[in-house]
């Protein structure tokens, strides 16, 4: 036998490198698809928290939500989560970003702010301070339902995607 470390006489071994490349292929796309379906598990269970936190008068803001993708962008799967409503941002995070920090009317010269369930601009039985009232601007604090299930979920979504991911593939060995 010959003197150097891990050489073998008798015994040789063959790999084909062309053999173990396919199986890498197979095991990445594997892995890919496994963590395309963990961003997605992970995307719905992220909105569905965020939409019990979310104000509800007519359900309307609770029904925008959606999750589009996910898709592959540079390398990493991203899914983007939100509502799709105009006032959704604002219902989040109120008028601090908006110009003075208020909201003003654009195409009125009031706002109509409503004080009770049902009430509509041009109902003839409204009473003035009663059912409703004008602003020139408002200033609405934001309940923070998306941003603060963000905050909450941004800390565990890598544990809890790769926890998934892992159970994904050792479902499918």
């Known amino acids: 036998m010959a003197n150097r470390p891990f050489e073998f006489e008798e015994a040789k071994f063959d790999v084909s490198l062309k053999q173990v490349i396919g ?6 796309d594997r892995a890919e698809r496994a963590i395309t379906q963990a961003v997605v598990e992970f995307s719905e269970h992220f909105l569905s928290e965020a939409q019990k936190r979310a104000p509800v008068e007519s359900g309307a803001l609770r029904a925008a939500a959606t999750v589009e993708g996910p898709s592959v962008e540079d390398d990493i799967i991203v899914a ?5 409503l105009i006032y959704a941002a604002m219902r989040d995070q109120g ?9 003003r009317p ?18 003839p039985t409204l009473k003035w301070g009663v059912d409703f009232v004008l602003a020139k601007e408002v200033k609405q604090k934001g309940n923070g339902f998306f941003t603060l299930t963000f905050e909450e979920m941004k800390a565990v979504a890598n544990k809890q ?5 892992t159970a994904l593939l050792e479902a499918n060995i």
Do not use: H, M, S, Y
């Open 23 to 28: 199986n890498l292929k197979i095991i990445e």
């Open 80 to 84: 983007r989560i939100g509502f799709n």
């Open 161 to 165: 995607i790769g926890e998934r991911v």
């Open 95 to 103: 008028t601090k970003g908006l110009p003075g920090g208020v909201l």
């Open 106 to 123: 654009v195409r009125a010269k009031a706002l109509f702010i409503p004080l009770r369930k049902g009430a509509r601009p041009g109902d």
